[in-house]
């Protein structure tokens, strides 16, 4: 079931509305995160399935960009 309407195929980058590309039957994936709610019911379940905490997922987190002297922020 497709979550939201608007979907971006991950090979080749077209865009469409089904699960699969129609130009090379790739995989469709949201363009969109889903809207965050605080009351996320589902959020514990979330956080377990990526093993949120563990050394490996703090790991794989983005790191803050180095100020470099003279550039402004």
Do not use: F, H
């Amino acid at each position: 079931m497709v979550r939201t309407k608007l979907q971006r195929c991950i090979d080749c980058g077209e865009y469409g509305l089904g699960e699969n590309c129609k130009s090379c039957n790739g995989k469709m994936v949201a363009v969109a995160p889903l809207k965050y709610s605080p009351e996320d019911p589902q959020g514990a379940r979330r956080r377990q399935r990526v093993d949120a905490g563990s050394d490996e997922w703090v790991d794989s987190l983005p790191t803050p960009r180095k100020v470099i002297k003279g550039e402004e922020e």
